[in-house]
């Protein structure tokens, strides 16, 4: 038993290390690229010792892809619950999934996709969904039409994070569930135009 009280008080500290790290360096990249951030600032930043930093991490990038890599496993999670049946009763459900993570990491995600984000999380992120599309949501695919689907598909994920760029900058006022629901009507109402220039 005492073991375990000390296994999970360990736990504890290894993660409000990683906590403060990962704030620190979402704190620092709103300034600069991450290839100019430094161990030593970073660690200063989050009141962490140098030599616990190396503990965790190789250098700053491997703090950002370790960081990086937990929210893609979470988005992941996330998604995963949803089956093509869920979805296609409720397509908002997707979003609202993915707005509810943005919210829960909104500190991070923001530096994310923001100017001095990082272009290759996006890209990992794109092609994450993309996969659950043409697999598990493949009806997405059949509506589209596979020759359509690739275009249609940047299209969406474009406008999502823009439209997570834009919620983020003007104070996250909406919930993620208005978030989604505001999405679903503008791709509703994206696509209907359609029939005004056709």
């Not at 834009?166 to 919930?175: A, L, R």
Request: proline share 1%.
């Amino acid at each position: 038993m005492e073991n375990l009280k000390k296994t999970s008080s360990s736990d504890r500290r290894i993660r409000k290390t990683q906590s403060a790290l990962k704030g620190a360096l979402a704190l620092l990249m709103e300034k600069k690229r991450v290839k100019d951030i430094s161990v030593k600032e970073l660690t200063e930043l989050a009141d962490v010792n140098r030599g616990t930093f190396y503990l965790h991490y190789k250098d700053v990038f491997d703090l950002l892809e370790q960081s990086e890599n937990d929210l893609l496993s979470e988005l992941h999670d996330t998604i995963s619950k949803l089956d093509e049946t869920a979805v296609s009763d409720d397509p908002i459900c997707i979003f609202e999934g993915v707005y509810n993570l943005c919210k829960d990491n909104s500190g991070f995600v923001r530096i994310l996709i923001g100017e001095n984000g990082d272009i290759k999380f996006l890209n990992r992120l794109k092609e994450l969904v993309r996969e659950k599309c043409l697999t598990d949501w493949s009806f997405i695919v059949r509506k589209q039409g596979i020759n359509q689907f690739d275009s249609y598909y940047a299209f969406v994920v474009g406008g999502c994070i823009s439209l997570l760029q834009y919620w983020f900058s003007s104070g996250m006022h909406e919930t993620p569930h208005e978030l989604a629901v505001i999405t679903g009507e503008l791709l509703s109402g994206g696509l209907s135009m359609k029939s005004h220039f056709v």
